[in-house]
């Protein structure tokens, strides 16, 4: 279905791609993995016909159709849900052409256009679009949406599913998906492990969603970050991630053995060369001819063998030593504080005048309590969030959060982070520290003196978030705020983060669709926004198996 052949690109002087090939089944699901930066996503636009190779080929069945679902899924149509999703998928088009052809099937030429026409629409299963879009929109969590409703007034995460909806009712061949799962709440996102899973389409998906990955794919396409090159692999993300630990520990191993061998050569060589050099200066007395005869050819010969130990050591096949980042950690510590209250909401309506709202909500978070809040995209998890941190002022009831409480509020930080600043004059003026220290306290978090002096706006969401994380940890920040955090970090600092949770002696507030996340944050309470009121959950795996349930129900209705 697809083949790629020595895909080249370049941005000026800096290579992006570098003799990238493979090739691509019917049903073949596969992860393209590698570190923010690296080419994943040019390498998706250029198989997507959206950008061009500099060098190589991009083969792709006449017959096969793409669907590509980019990152910024941004829609400014003003238009209707139905009418939107009957157009991209081209039901409209061709129900009216249908509709023009069978006025006059006398004519030959009208009769076979409408008999193609009409193979394309059974492919699309037209007579069922409805029935199939009520149970796309549902899979997504937007039956309660009515179709009617104009794309403008959805909020971002619900224009994502729209978009990914439309994608997947075309019935395309091959599914180029750019991390889909960044916008999706988690019933949406079983939801849409489960169709993939179905799907005999093909599909290549970047994401950090580690379930995901391990639910949906059977092959690992690796950009290499040092040689721009694509390595291939079977088996899960999770095998694929052993196969990684085993592959640095094998290299590591083999690198040591090499340099004692070359050590010990080199050794060997420098002795020869001595031996030559004592042999070749030998004078003796006149008498002693056969002596100084001997010597000195025996210097030769050790001479020789010198040279030959010399150049066996340069035709050896030299093992790199595997590079390898320091790793990652995030010193965070909370400041203690006297109070044991650190959130109390008492029937807070929380909104917009005018607008969006929900509640009256009521939520009691105590000092080290783990809370994470659950909820559809739209049904107002931000809001609650924007309400306790002072962003939002309540249209009703009250909030009263405890005198020693210091937030690090990742999502809003995120928001107003000077983006004409450098990084040092961040740190310095936000967390008063020195000059020394923040150099020291920025490199802790991966950024070295040359980083330091570049500007906020350069910095990727990843190393966004991790200047945060450094301005926290300054601060000594004792309640944590973070909304969907996986959007935004990469997987080293997603790993160090969760790692740092399991020791962190502050509260914890989380909003996050990632499962993966939520286990390893060791959360103790967890509470579902839904029909705008807040619910405390009993059991969070029984609310991950119930979701599962209702997608796998939903699929055997398409």
Same mark, same amino acid.
């Given at each position: 279905?697809?083949?790629?052949?020595?895909?080249?690109?370049?941005?000026?002087?800096?290579?992006?791609?570098?003799?990238?090939?493979?090739?691509?089944?019917?049903?073949?699901?596969?992860?393209?993995?590698?570190?923010?930066?690296?080419?994943?996503?040019?390498?998706?636009?250029?198989?997507?016909?959206?950008?061009?190779?500099?060098?190589?080929?991009?083969?792709?069945?006449?017959?096969?159709?793409?669907?590509?679902?980019?990152?910024?899924?941004?829609?400014?149509?003003?238009?209707?849900?139905?009418?939107?999703?009957?157009?991209?998928?081209?039901?409209? &088009?061709?129900?009216?052409?249908?509709?023009?052809?069978?006025?006059?099937?006398?004519?030959?030429?009208?009769?076979?256009?409408?008999?193609?026409?009409?193979?394309?629409?059974?492919?699309?299963?037209?007579?069922?679009?409805?029935?199939?879009?009520?149970?796309?929109?549902?899979?997504?969590?937007?039956?309660?949406?009515?179709?009617?409703?104009?794309?403008?007034?959805?909020?971002?995460?619900?224009?994502?599913?729209?978009?990914?909806?439309?994608?997947?009712?075309?019935?395309?061949?091959?599914?180029?998906?750019?991390?889909?799962?960044?916008?999706?709440?988690?019933?949406?996102?079983?939801?849409?492990?489960?169709?993939?899973?179905?799907?005999?389409?093909?599909?290549?998906?970047?994401?950090?969603?580690?379930?995901?990955?391990?639910?949906?794919?059977?092959?690992?396409? $690796?950009?290499?970050?040092?040689?721009?090159?694509?390595?291939?692999?079977? =088996?899960?993300?999770?095998?694929?991630?052993?196969?990684?630990?085993?592959?640095?520990?094998?290299?590591?191993?083999?690198?040591?053995?090499?340099?004692?061998?070359?050590?010990?050569?080199?050794?060997?060589?420098?002795?020869?060369?001595? &031996?030559?050099?004592?042999?070749?200066?030998?004078?003796?007395?006149?008498?002693?001819?056969?002596?100084?005869?001997?010597?000195?050819?025996?210097?030769?010969?050790?001479?020789?063998?010198?040279?030959?130990?010399?150049?066996?050591?340069?035709?050896?096949?030299?093992?790199?030593?595997?590079?390898?980042?320091?790793?990652?950690?995030?010193?965070?510590?909370?400041?203690?504080?006297?109070?044991?209250?650190?959130?109390?909401?008492?029937?807070?309506?929380?909104?917009?005048?005018?607008?969006?709202?929900?509640?009256?909500?009521?939520? $009691?978070?105590?000092?080290?309590?783990?809370?994470?809040?659950?909820?559809?995209?739209?049904?107002?998890?931000?809001?609650?969030?924007?309400?306790?941190?002072?962003?939002?002022?309540?249209?009703?009831?009250?909030? $009263?959060?405890?005198? =020693?409480?210091?937030?690090?509020?990742?999502?809003?930080?995120?928001?107003?982070?000077? &983006?004409?600043?450098?990084?040092?004059?961040?740190?310095?003026?936000?967390?008063?520290?020195?000059?020394?220290?923040?150099?020291?306290?920025?490199?802790?978090?991966?950024?070295?003196?040359?980083?330091?002096?570049?500007?906020?706006?350069?910095?990727?969401?990843?190393?966004?978030?991790?200047?945060?994380?450094?301005?926290?940890?300054?601060?000594?920040?004792?309640?944590?705020?973070?909304?969907?955090?996986?959007?935004?970090?990469?997987?080293?600092?997603?790993?160090?983060?969760?790692?740092?949770?399991?020791?962190?002696?502050?509260?914890?507030?989380?909003?996050?669709?990632? &499962?993966?996340?939520?286990?390893?944050?060791?959360?103790?309470?967890?509470?579902?926004?839904?029909?705008?009121?807040?619910?405390?959950?009993?059991?969070?795996?029984?609310?991950?198996?119930?979701? $599962?349930?209702?997608?796998?129900?939903?699929?055997?209705?398409?």
């Amino acid at each position: 279905m697809l083949e790629a052949k020595h895909i080249q690109k370049s941005y000026g002087s800096m290579t992006v791609l570098a003799d990238v090939s493979f090739s691509l089944t019917r049903g073949q699901k596969v992860a393209l993995v590698g570190d923010n930066g690296v080419g994943k996503t040019t390498l998706l636009k250029i198989i997507a016909g959206l950008e061009e190779a500099d060098s190589g080929e991009v083969n792709i069945s006449s017959s096969a159709q793409i669907g590509y679902l980019p990152q910024d899924t941004s829609l400014v149509e003003k238009e209707p849900i139905r009418e939107y999703l009957r157009r991209v998928v081209g039901i409209d &088009r061709l129900e009216q052409r249908l509709n023009e052809l069978s006025e006059n099937l006398d004519d030959e030429s009208n009769f076979h256009e409408y008999g193609e026409l009409h193979e394309q629409y059974e492919r699309l299963n037209g007579y069922a679009f409805e029935h199939r879009m009520h149970v796309m929109l549902s899979g997504f969590g937007l039956e309660d949406i009515s179709l009617q409703h104009d794309l403008q007034n959805l909020s971002s995460g619900q224009k994502s599913k729209i978009v990914l909806a439309g994608i997947l009712l075309k019935g395309v061949d091959l599914l180029l998906l750019d991390e889909p799962t960044n916008n999706l709440d988690l019933p949406a996102l079983i939801w849409l492990e489960d169709f993939l899973r179905k799907s005999e389409a093909a599909c290549i998906t970047i994401s950090h969603d580690r379930r995901f990955l391990d639910r949906v794919v059977k092959k690992i396409f $690796e950009i290499d970050r040092n040689t721009r090159t694509l390595n291939i692999s079977g =088996g899960t993300y999770s095998d694929y991630l052993e196969m990684v630990e085993k592959r640095i520990a094998k290299q590591k191993e083999a690198h040591r053995l090499q340099q004692e061998e070359i050590s010990r050569l080199t050794e060997q060589a420098r002795s020869q060369k001595a &031996r030559a050099s004592k042999g070749a200066g030998y004078v003796g007395s006149d008498n002693d001819k056969f002596a100084r005869g001997f010597k000195r050819d025996r210097a030769s010969g050790s001479a020789k063998k010198a040279k030959a130990i010399e150049k066996r050591i340069d035709q050896m096949e030299k093992v790199e030593k595997p590079i390898e980042r320091d790793p990652f950690e995030i010193p965070l510590e909370a400041e203690v504080v006297s109070g044991t209250l650190d959130v109390r909401m008492s029937d807070v309506v929380a909104g917009y005048p005018d607008g969006f709202s929900v509640g009256p909500l009521s939520l $009691e978070i105590r000092f080290k309590n783990r809370v994470g809040i659950l909820g559809l995209n739209g049904s107002g998890k931000s809001t609650i969030l924007k309400t306790i941190t002072g962003q939002l002022e309540p249209l009703a009831g009250s909030v $009263e959060i405890g005198s =020693g409480v210091r937030f690090g509020n990742m999502m809003q930080e995120h928001e107003t982070l000077p &983006r004409d600043k450098t990084l040092l004059d961040f740190l310095k003026e936000r967390a008063g520290l020195s000059q020394e220290m923040s150099y020291a306290k920025l490199a802790k978090f991966g950024f070295d003196q040359r980083q330091a002096k570049h500007h906020i706006g350069t910095l990727s969401p990843g190393g966004r978030a991790r200047l945060l994380l450094a301005l926290f940890s300054a601060q000594s920040v004792n309640m944590l705020i973070l909304d969907e955090p996986t959007n935004h970090l990469d997987l080293q600092a997603l790993e160090a983060l969760e790692e740092t949770l399991q020791g962190y002696s502050g509260t914890v507030l989380l909003v996050s669709h990632d &499962r993966y996340f939520i286990e390893k944050a060791g959360l103790d309470t967890f509470y579902l926004l839904s029909d705008r009121s807040l619910t405390r959950i009993p059991d969070y795996t029984t609310y991950v198996k119930e979701a $599962e349930d209702r997608a796998q129900q939903l699929i055997k209705a398409l």
